[in-house]
């Protein structure tokens, strides 16, 4: 079983907790969040704690823990038909879901049609210009991350690095930019602030590369977030 570049949060995870610092800096309180592609709806619930907010979370398959499914409000829903009036959120958000989905311009779609007017978004995908991935994964050994890496390069030299091809692709920054942009007025790169809080000791590191332009390489993940 492959795991993810950036597996979904868990309790007391740092990711989340860097992501929630990211939330509350751009979005302040949203009183309603919607998370697209919930997994086991840990996450959500883990969410709606942090952020103090009203979290819904929907995934295509019902996997839900029992601890979430009392903490917070789990649906199955496809991300390219959500069940949901127009405006129902102040703050829609995805975790390395869209990646999953067949038509992502179509989730894309749904959640500018569920976000409110003065609402935002969160994404964050696989990079799929990365050189390297999984170096983050847990319950993986270094054995496993080498050989699924090298499974990423087998099916990239051979241009079947792609998502509707099986691989864990992921989209490059200028692809899922521009997926955004097709239905969100406002959307901006939060790569740089997501590394530069998660790895701090390695800030002014992470500062040459972003001004070296070469993070678009470097960053396993990528992540934006904006407003309609």
């Not at 009036?85 to 038509?103: K, N, P, Q, T, Y």
């Not at 998502?163 to 239905?183: I, S, V, Y």
């Not at 390489?217 to 934006?224: C, E």
Request: with cysteine.
């Amino acid at each position: 079983m492959r795991l993810d570049l950036e597996p979904a949060c868990k309790a007391g995870d740092p990711k989340l907790e860097t992501i929630t610092h990211l939330l509350r800096h751009r979005f302040g309180r949203p009183k309603s969040i919607l998370v697209i592609g919930c997994g086991d709806g840990t996450e959500a619930a883990e969410l709606a704690d942090r952020m103090e907010a009203i979290v819904v979370g929907v995934d295509i398959v019902d996997a839900f823990h029992v601890s979430a499914v009392d903490r917070v409000e789990l649906r199955v829903a496809d991300a390219t038909e959500l069940p949901f009036d127009d405006g129902s959120f102040d703050l829609v958000f995805s975790f390395h879901m869209l990646e999953h989905v067949s038509v992502p311009i179509q989730a894309l779609a749904e959640m500018r049609r569920v976000v409110r007017p003065s609402g935002g978004f969160w994404v964050g995908t696989p990079n799929r210009s990365r050189l390297v991935g999984y170096v983050g994964g847990r319950g993986a050994s270094l054995r496993d991350k080498i050989t699924w890496n090298v499974v990423d390069w087998r099916a990239r030299l051979t241009g079947r690095f792609r998502n509707e091809l099986g691989a864990h692709a992921g989209f490059t920054q200028g692809e899922l930019r521009d997926m955004l942009r097709t239905w969100f007025s406002v959307v901006e790169d939060e790569s740089p602030a997501y590394y530069a809080l998660l790895h701090q000791r390695y800030k002014p590191a992470l500062g040459l590369i972003d001004h070296s332009g070469i993070g678009r390489f470097i960053y396993p993940s990528i992540y934006f977030a904006g407003r309609p």
